[in-house]
């Protein structure tokens, strides 16, 4: 009875639906499948996703779905989700950034495991298993550069080619460890002083610094 013109947040007004028909749901804390986020996600296009969910708002108001206090938690989620989304915009904006200055330096021939061996280093660990850092470790690979492991929170999740370690563990002493995540770098570096001996680098302070190098 109430076709949807705008499309991203049908499944989230199915469940709110079942809800409000008193359905029982069952969680699985099975680790099933990996949500890789990419551009072309739906839930990331912001504004059609607020269309869609205002529509779905509208819908659940129209019908009396559930009470006032209830819709207007509903409206107060929506916002919040959005300036979530807003948040996450600005971090994939850091992030090509970082990528933009990354493939500049390439293009100058400047390679990162260059720039490391000339600080003295000969071995790293990376922070993060995300796409900056897989990237960096590909590069570092290619150029036969060692990378000891790899440092994630979710590390027990991983099924990776690389060794994943939780920073619970007891860590390998490294020369250095690069943070490749864009966010909560300043906790995350305080974390790994007091676990390890080594210099902490972020991605952005690493390119950052090669490119003012590779523009001198």
Known sequence: ENILQNNGADDWMLWLCMME?????TLNDETLFEHVVEGNNASLRVLEMYRSEQ?????????????????????????????T?????????????????????KNNKVHISYYLYQKGYKTIAIYGVTNL???LYQELSEDKFEVSYFIDMNAPYFNEQFPVCS????????????????????????LLK???????????ELIGEMEEVSNA
């Open 21 to 25: 028909e008193g359905k029982s749901f």
């Open 55 to 83: 529509e779905i708002l509208n819908v659940i108001r129209k019908n009396h779905v559930f009470s006032e206090s209830d819709t207007n938690a509903l409206a107060e989620t929506i916002q919040d989700l959005t300036e």
């Open 85 to 105: 989304r807003i948040q996450l915009l600005g971090k994939f904006q850091r992030m090509s950034c970082i990528y933009d200055s990354w493939l500049s330096i």
């Open 133 to 135: 850092g897989k990237q």
């Open 167 to 190: 920073p619970k563990e007891k860590l390998k002493q490294v020369d250095a460890v690069v943070i490749s995540l864009v966010q909560d770098e300043k906790q995350i570096s305080d």
């Open 194 to 204: 007091a676990r390890l001996s080594a210099d902490i680098w972020t991605i952005a």
